[in-house]
């Protein structure tokens, strides 16, 4: 079969919206220069759309247009090489999958244990966060919660008073374990973080026993604005929140 021939059958069988380059290709066609030569045709013809430099997907066409890939697809090899995790979408890529905002992103912040610079991907700017934690897909969703306390004043279109009600929304669908997880992994980030964390969780009830540590970890005369009231909130005093 034709390396143009080839490109086109495989493409036909991609989802709407995958992103894939050249390397996706090169594996069985041993053509470099074909295939990107293919590919650019492809693109300028509007079977398929070209993302960044070296980076394609096929498209979904709506009566609103052509839609974007989705944020993970736009990011795949920055989360995953290899089979091996390396990072995870974060910060302002999930505040509206999380109900934190309505407003939606044109960033996506990946959280990694090593980070780069920043990238632009189409309409997207990729930046990365830095995750002292080890990465893996269970602890994902708790790293995520915690990235949104460490970056709570940040949230666009919303207030930090909104957000920490949001939160407690979602560590109320949390069991035992998973709070037990939630507080072990906030060791590794700023005593702010560690501080509303704390404060949220007893205002919900929680178990003084699984707060212990989390109190010993901060500093006792250290205070953090947040910039919340006692009457919303009347656990804050109990961690020198302001």
């Not at 940040?154 to 949001?166: E, G, L, N, Y």
């Not at 035992?176 to 009830?205: F, H, Q, V």
């Amino acid at each position: 079969m034709k390396t143009t021939d080839y490109i086109k059958v495989t493409i036909d069988k991609l989802p709407k919206g995958y992103v894939f380059t050249y390397s996706d290709f090169t594996t069985k066609v041993n053509k470099k220069e074909a295939v990107i030569k293919s590919l650019n045709r492809l693109a300028a013809s509007g079977k398929i759309k070209k993302l960044s430099k070296g980076k394609f997907y096929k498209p979904e066409k709506t009566p609103f247009g052509t839609l974007q890939p989705n944020q993970k697809q736009i990011v795949k090899d920055l989360l995953e090489k290899d089979g091996k995790l390396l990072g995870y979408i974060t910060g302002l890529g999930i505040y509206n999958q999380l109900g934190f905002t309505t407003q939606v992103s044109n960033t996506i912040q990946i959280g990694r244990n090593e980070v780069r610079p920043a990238l632009k991907r189409g309409i997207y700017k990729i930046s990365f966060v830095k995750q002292k934690n080890t990465i893996t897909k269970e602890n994902i969703p708790l790293l995520q919660l915690l990235d949104v306390i460490r970056f709570i004043k940040k949230i666009p279109d919303t207030t930090v008073a909104a957000s920490c009600k949001r939160l407690k929304v979602l560590f109320a669908d949390l069991n035992k374990e998973s709070i037990g997880n939630l507080i072990r992994l906030s060791m590794k980030y700023p005593p702010s973080t560690r501080a509303l964390l704390g404060a949220l969780l007893e205002d919900m009830g929680l178990d003084d026993g699984l707060l212990v540590n989390l109190k010993h970890s901060l500093n006792p005369i250290t205070t953090y604005n947040y910039s919340l009231s006692e009457r919303d909130f009347p656990t804050i005093k109990n961690w020198n929140i302001v």
